[in-house]
């Protein structure tokens, strides 16, 4: 099946830091998605994001299919960012499946 | 607010007791899934339902099984728990457009004892 790699696995920030999370995969994908898993527990989605570039905020996501991976750029950080960051991928057949990365966790320090 | 809400919440069983986890939505959305969340592992797809009654397995489908006999109830049933099977249980609903977007359930905690 399709691998997912995401570093770091780990970050450590200052409030008011910028950071950027990537997302490696293993074959071509037709749905992409960034997750936020916060300290306790809720899984909130962040991005879908299959091809191109969204915003939301401080929030940005880039994905290029191409090349197989995908970033999500987190600016003006905050103690509430604070979590797992999880990229999971659908692949061509079978898109609305997802399979999980092991996520990178952030904790921004005030 | 999503409009999908799971239960229980939290829950002890004893080891080859059945228990059934339930998922519930309000959005009247077609897909749903149940995904399981393990340290080291990540979150992995047990079972999901493209429709009423229309379920298929996924990744680590053993030991467990689905029922969907109405769009906003998707129910997971562990026929006899064991101790590997303790983890949190995520719910995910998502719809039939275009967009694949998950929405997932705040999860229910088992132990099995």
Known sequence: ?110 | DAGITQSPRHKVTETGTPVTLRCHQTENHRYMYWYRQDPGHGLRLIHYSYGVKDTDKGEVSDGYSVSRSKTEDFLLTLESATSSQTSVYFCAISDSTVNYGYTFGSGTRLTVV
């Not at chain 1, 099946?1 to 200052?14: K, N, R, W």
């Not at chain 1, 898993?37 to 905020?57: A, C």
């Open chain 1, 1 to 110: 099946g399709i691998q997912v790699e995401q570093s770091p696995p780990d970050l450590i920030l200052q409030e008011g830091a910028n950071s950027t999370l990537r997302c490696n995969f293993s074959d071509s994908v037709n749905n992409l998605q960034w997750f936020h898993q916060n300290p306790w527990g809720q899984l909130i989605n962040l991005f879908y994001i299959p091809s191109g570039t969204k915003q939301n905020g401080r929030l940005s996501a880039t994905t290029v299919a191409t090349e197989r991976y995908s970033l999500l750029y987190i600016s003006s950080s905050q103690t509430t960012d604070s979590g797992v960051y999880f990229c999971a991928v659908g692949s061509s057949g079978s898109a609305r499946q997802l399979t999980f990365g092991s996520g990178t966790q952030l904790t921004v320090l005030p």
